[in-house]
C-alpha cells in the first residue's frame, strides 16, 4: 500500500479549479517535490493531504499505520504549512515546549538538539516577537522534525533562510531519507528540488505532472 494515495480528488474554490480528477500515489522513504505557479495549489494539495481541508469530490487515503486509530487525520506527520502561529512573547525554546507538550513524547534535551541542527541557540532568551524572518522558520522546521516524524509534509521549507542554513536543512532533509523517512517538499528554488527530490511533479492542467 502507497504512503498516501489521492484517488480522483477534485478541488475548486468559488469558480477557480485547482485539481480535477487529481490521481497520486507517495511511496516510502522517497523526497518528492511539487512545483508549480503561485496559486497553483500547492499549499492546498499539502492542507488536504493533512486533513486540514476536504477535497470537494475523491479521496485521499493514507496508510492506516501514519493515521491516528479510527481516524482519516495522519499521525507521525511533521508538517510546515503557511505562516505557524508562535507566542510572541515566549522564546523559541518555551514555543517548542509548549508544542512538545501536546504528545508529550520528547525530553527538553531533544528539543534543544534539534534548535541546534538547524543553527538555534536554545538557551537564547530572546522572544520570538524579536526573532528575523530566518529565525521563525527554523522555529517552524524544528517543531516539524524534533518528534522524529516519519513523514514529512514541508511547503517551502527555505523560505527565508540564508546560503549555509538552506544547506544545512538540505543535508538534515537527506539524513532523514536515509533514516527511511518520507518527506514531500514544495519550493521555489529548483536548486532545493534538484538536489533533494527523487520525484518531482509539476501541478498542470489541474493535475501533478512527473517532471523528474
Ligand atoms: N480558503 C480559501 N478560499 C478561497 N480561495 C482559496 C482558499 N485557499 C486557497 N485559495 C485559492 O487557491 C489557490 C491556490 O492557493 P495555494 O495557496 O495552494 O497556492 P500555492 O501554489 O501554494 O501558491 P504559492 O506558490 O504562492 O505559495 C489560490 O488562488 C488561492 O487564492
Ligand atoms: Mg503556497
Sequence with gaps: MSLIELKNVNKSYKGLTLFEELNMKFEKGKIYGIIGHNGSGKSVLFKMICGFIEPDNGEIIIDSNYRFKNSKFPNDFGIIIDKPGYIGNKTGLENLKLLAQIQNKITDQDIKSSMEKVGLQPNATQKMKNY?????????????????????????????????????????????????????????????????????????????????
Design 132 to 212: 528575523s524572518l530566518g529565525m521563525k522558520q527554523k522555529i517552524a522546521i524544528c517543531q516539524a522534525f524534533m518528534e522524529n516524524q516519519e513523514v514529512l509534509i514541508l511547503d517551502e521549507p527555505f523560505n527565508a533562510l540564508d546560503i549555509d542554513s538552506v544547506q544545512t536543512v538540505r543535508k538534515l532533509l537527506l539524513d532523514f531519507k536515509k533514516e527511511g523517512k518520507t518527506i514531500i517538499l514544495t519550493s521555489h528554488n529548483n536548486e532545493d528540488i534538484e538536489a533533494l527530490c527523487d520525484e518531482v511533479f509539476r501541478i498542470r492542467n489541474y493535475k501533478l505532472e512527473d517532471v523528474k
